[in-house]
């Protein structure tokens, strides 16, 4: 009954942030493929913290939920990773569940010294298991898709839900919610309240510049609808991109501004997403920044 009832929920929370068809097909198969599954662990595997520290791997069975984050080599970069940001999650899962939650991370990079020096910089204390033969998604059979690629599991590793908590927070919502037990479908009736919302441009190209210089941009944003407006959360592709905005509702026929800062970690050709959740039919918007740091 309870795999019945997730099956049922789930899919209605992630799909209210998918505009598009497609997307929202993808998520109806996630949930179909993973909603009950096991995650299953090889009898090689090495649970350590920052690459060092060996730990038993009895510590998987102390703890209701686990969340598992599987990284390729692809979203193996400081950037991607987004550490901080897990960081500060956790503490705040840490917070509401008496600290019954684990985090595991799985890393198949092409670098282990730089996952390792990555993991220290950011002062990430959490199990991680570096997964040099990529042993944990050929068991599992993963998607290749990023957005599918972490999950939150009961105490018996079976999937309960599927998704980045750091890059949507319809999805962290659903996390914090399930970690506390809540009776899933009881939302808040504010968060139904829908409006519409004009942007002066989707794309800013940044030019040419010095990498070692911070680059600013910005995004105004229009209430046209006939409610408030709220942007319930901006998330970036990339921790090198922040953007400062305004949690105040906004009054219809108003305009606020999305401001973007952009530090590069080296010379690189740029082209990074800016995600806005925000309370219209269309969220999440996608904005984007480009340009060359040389």
Known sequence: MMRFLFILFVPFMLLSSCSNLEKKRQVVSAIEQWIGKELLYPNSTIFTIQGVDTLD???LEEYSYTIVSYVDSIGC???KLQLNRWNIFMQEVDSISKKKVNLNF???PKNVQEIINILKV???KHPVWIDINDSFNKLNHLSSNMSFQTFLLDKDNKVVSIGNP???PQVKELYLNIIQGKQLGRENKSKHIITKVSIDRSSVSMGS???QEEQKSAFTLKNTGDKPLVIQDVTTSCGCTTVAYSKEPLQPGGA???EVVYKAERPEHFDKTITLYCNT???PLTLKISGDAK
Do not use: G, P, V
């Open 166 to 168: 750091i890059y949507n």
């Open 57 to 59: 791997n009895a510590f």
């Open 256 to 258: 606020t501004t999305l």
């Open 77 to 79: 970069t400081s950037c």
């Open 106 to 108: 799985i890393f198949h």
């Open 281 to 283: 039919d269309n969220s």
């Open 209 to 211: 510049f010095d990498w």
């Open 122 to 124: 950011n002062a990430f």
